[in-house]
Nanobody, 125 residues
Framework: QLQLVESGGGLVQPGGSLRLSCAAS????????IGWFRQAPGKEREGVSC????????YYADSVKGRFTISRDNAKNTVYLQMNSLKPEDTAVYYC??????????????????WGHGTQVTVSS
C-alpha cells in the first residue's frame, strides 16, 4: 500500500521560510512523479510544483516561481519543497501527491493517483 507522509508545515511570518517534506513508501516503480498541491479555505486546489523520478525535471506554478524549490532524495524516497519569501496568500493546506508511471512534469491533480493527508502552512504576522 503506497503511503505519503507530509511534514514541515507551521506558522511563519511574511518573508520567512519553511521546508516541507513528503516521504513515500510502499512502491517499487522507478518511474513516477511527486507533486505538491495546496488548498486555501474557500478556494480550489492549486498545483504548486512537481518533480519526476526519471530525470528530475521540475515545474512550478507562476505564483511560486522564484520563491519555491522542489528537490528529491531518491535514497530516502523523499521530496522536499523549500518555500522562501512566503506571503500571506501562500497560506493553505499543502498536499503531496504521487503519480505512478508519470515521466513528464504535471501539476494537474487528475494525473495523480495517491495523496497525502496534508500539512497546514500559515503565513501571518
Amino acid at each position: 500500500q503506497l503511503q505519503l507522509v507530509e511534514s514541515g508545515g507551521g506558522l511563519v511570518q511574511p518573508g520567512g521560510s519553511l521546508r516541507l517534506s513528503c516521504a513515500a513508501s510502499g512502491f517499487t516503480s522507478d518511474y513516477y512523479a511527486i507533486g505538491w498541491f495546496r488548498q486555501a479555505p474557500g478556494k480550489e486546489r492549486e498545483g504548486v510544483s512537481c518533480i519526476t523520478s526519471s530525470d528530475g525535471s521540475t515545474y512550478y506554478a507562476d505564483s511560486v516561481k522564484g520563491r519555491f524549490t522542489i528537490s528529491r532524495d531518491n535514497a530516502k524516497n523523499t521530496v522536499y519543497l523549500q518555500m522562501n519569501s512566503l506571503k500571506p496568500e501562500d497560506t493553505a493546506v499543502y498536499y503531496c501527491a504521487f503519480a505512478l508511471g508519470l515521466v513528464v512534469v504535471s501539476i494537474e491533480a487528475r494525473d495523480y493517483d495517491y495523496w497525502g493527508h496534508g500539512t497546514q502552512v500559515t503565513v501571518s504576522s
